[in-house]
């Protein structure tokens, strides 16, 4: 019987470059009965990823793509895609800029979370600037990903009170927390 659920989860890839945290939390979400998704592929760039320790915990085949030429890295990344069967893409803390073209052939299904309130604050130092700017508010957003940088239709959002005594880590922190929340939520407005 799970298994026949199981077989109705959308086939997922993880894209990470960094420590996992929003990786680690979609495998157990993809592993709960409620998840429309399974994670069944982590891809990263570097093989300096942290978060690649959770390939062997949770049995989850893992590649690393090297970047230094990107358009063969794509290619790589597309054959993977295709051989795993994979019909869905999160992009969790990725530091690579996937090309148009890649973007075009999986359009609609590949999903970004940024730890600010998009529009506000695309790019990077995210933190730093909100706590510069003094903002009283700042949050996470989950989006589909467009050709444009930090652009797409923005799925959901979840914000969080920056109070006086926050400093860009203690914000970063705290938003983090939140991002666990909102990307099995986001997902599951999109593909229940
Ligand atoms: C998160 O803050 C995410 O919003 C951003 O990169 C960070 C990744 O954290 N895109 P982790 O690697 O999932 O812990």
């Known amino acids: 019987m799970k298994k026949l659920i199981g077989l109705k989860k959308t086939k997922t890839a993880v ?3 960094g420590t996992g945290s929003n990786l680690k939390n979609l495998i157990k979400f993809s592993n709960t009965k409620k998840s429309p998704i399974s994670v069944n592929l982590i891809i990263s760039n570097t093989k ?3 978060g690649l320790r959770y390939s062997n915990k949770y049995n989850i085949k893992k590649k690393i793509i090297n970047f230094n030429n990107n358009m063969i890295a794509e290619k790589k990344i597309l054959d993977f895609l295709i051989k795993k069967k994979i019909m869905f893409i999160c992009l969790a803390g990725f530091m690579k800029i996937l090309s148009k073209n890649f973007i075009k052939k999986f359009k609609g299904k590949i999903l970004n979370i940024h730890p600010s309130l998009l529009p506000k604050y695309k790019g990077l130092n995210v933190h730093k600037r909100v706590i510069k700017n003094k903002e009283k508010i700042s949050g996470c957003t989950v989006h589909y990903v467009s050709t444009q940088l930090d652009s797409g239709k923005i799925i959901m959002q979840k914000k ?4 006086k005594n926050d400093t860009a880590i203690s914000l970063a922190k705290k938003i983090l927390k939140k991002e666990h929340e909102l990307y099995p ?3 599951r407005k999109i593909l229940n």
Do not use: D, G, Q, R
């Not at 969080?160 to 109070?163: A, D, E, L, S």
């Open 48 to 50: 300096k990823a942290k």
């Open 15 to 17: 894209f990470i470059s």
């Open 160 to 163: 969080v009170k920056i109070f």
């Open 185 to 187: 939520a986001a997902i």
